[in-house]
C-alpha cells in the first residue's frame, strides 16, 4: 500500500503545520459550521489531506452520503458543475450532518465557464452545502469565487516537521531509520513537499536503494530534458515536457524539477546560468501563459 495514503491524515489533530488553518477550523468544528474554504498553496503541503480531514471532523459517522471529492482538473467541463455538482447540492443532507461538503481538488484546472456555473450554486444552495476547494495557483480561480471562501495559503513544510513525519512512517513500518545527515539531505531536495517526500522514501526503500541514489533518480526525467537541449534535440525536448505536462503536473514543477536537474548537470558556467534564467522566467510566466506555449517557450529560449 502507498504510505502516502497509509499515513494520510484522517483528523485535524494528525495535520502538520498550517497552524492558522487549524486553529480556524477547530472553531468551526465547536460550532458545527463552517465557511466555504479555499486552500492554495506548493504541492505536498497537505490542502486534500486538510480538506479530507476536516469533513471527517464535522460530519463524522455521516460523512458518506453528505461528501463529494471530486478532481477539478479531471471533471472540468461546464455540464459536469451543471448537472454531478448541482445534483448534489440540490439534494437536502442525510441524517444529522449541518450540511453537505464538496471538495474540489485541483480547481486551477476547471475552466472559467465552469467556475462561473459553480459560482451560482455556491449562492443558490449556500443553506445546504459547502465546499473546500484546493488549488496550486490561486490566480486561476475566479475573484467571485475567492470571495466566497476563506482563503489559507498553504505554505511549504519545513525539514524540520517532514523529518518528524518520516520518522514516524518509518518506526510505524518496522524501518530501519537512515543516518540523520542522510535523510536531512534528503528531504532538503524536495523543498518541502511532503507528499513526494514519503513516495521517493518508500521507492527507496523498497528498491534497497541509497536515499543519494533515489534522488538522482529522481530528476532522471528532468536531467533527460536538459541532455537534449545541450544535444540540440529540440524536438526531442519538448515532447518530453508535452509529456510530463499532460501527465498532470504543472509547469511551476517541472521548472523545480528542471532547476535541480540543471544545478547538478555537468555543463559550462555559461551554460547553466543561461538555463537557469530561463527556468525561472519560465516559473514566473507560468501565472499567465499557458503551459504547452510556455514550455515550447522554455525550448527556444534555451537554443
Known amino acids: 500500500m502507498l504510505w502516502t495514503e497509509k499515513y494520510r491524515p484522517k483528523t485535524l489533530n494528525e495535520i ?5 488553518f487549524k486553529l480556524d477550523a477547530e472553531n468551526w468544528i465547536e460550532l ?38 471530486l478532481n477539478a482538473s479531471d471533471d472540468r467541463r461546464l455540464e459536469t458543475v451543471r448537472t ?43 443553506d445546504n452545502i459547502r465546499f473546500i476547494i484546493t488549488c496550486n495557483d490561486r490566480s486561476k480561480i475566479i475573484y467571485p469565487i475567492q470571495s466566497r471562501c476563506a482563503n489559507y495559503f498553504f505554505e511549504r513544510l519545513s525539514d524540520d516537521v517532514i523529518e518528524s513525519v518520516i520518522k514516524q512512517i518509518l518506526n510505524g513500518e518496522s524501518k530501519d531509520l537512515p543516518t540523520s545527515d542522510d535523510l536531512i539531505t534528503f528531504i532538503a531536495s524536495f523543498h518541502g513537499d ?13 528498491s534497497d536503494r541509497p536515499l543519494e541514489l533515489q534522488v538522482n533518480k529522481s530528476l532522471e526525467e528532468y536531467a533527460l ?26 509547469v511551476k514543477n517541472i521548472c523545480v524539477g528542471l532547476h535541480e536537474a540543471i544545478i547538478n548537470a555537468e555543463l559550462s558556467t555559461n551554460a547553466k546560468y543561461k538555463y537557469l534564467r530561463v527556468v525561472g522566467e519560465a516559473e514566473w510566466r507560468s501565472q499567465i501563459m499557458t503551459p504547452r506555449i510556455l514550455l515550447s517557450w522554455v525550448v527556444a529560449q534555451c537554443r
Not at 50 to 55: C, H, M, P
Not at 115 to 122: F, T, V
Request: hydrophobic share 40%.
Open 32 to 69: 458545527d459550521d463552517m465557511p466555504n474554504v479555499l486552500f492554495f498553496g506548493p504541492a505536498g503541503t497537505g490542502k486534500t489531506a486538510a480538506g479530507i480531514a476536516l469533513a471527517n471532523d464535522i460530519l463524522g459517522e455521516i460523512k458518506g452520503p453528505n461528501f463529494l471529492e
Open 16 to 20: 502538520v503545520g498550517q497552524e492558522s
Open 194 to 206: 511532503l507528499r513526494r517526500v514519503i513516495t521517493e522514501i518508500q521507492a527507496a526503500i523498497s
Open 84 to 126: 454531478y455538482i448541482k445534483d448534489f447540492a440540490k439534494h437536502g443532507k442525510l441524517g444529522s450532518a449541518p450540511f453537505k461538503i464538496c471538495l474540489l481538488d485541483e480547481m486551477d484546472g476547471m475552466t472559467t465557464d465552469a467556475q462561473n456555473a459553480l459560482k451560482r450554486i455556491m449562492e443558490r444552495y449556500s
Open 225 to 250: 530534458v536538459i541532455d537534449h537541449i545541450v544535444n540540440n534535440h529540440w524536438n526531442d525536448a519538448s515532447d518530453k515536457l508535452f509529456k510530463m505536462s499532460q501527465s498532470g503536473m504543472t
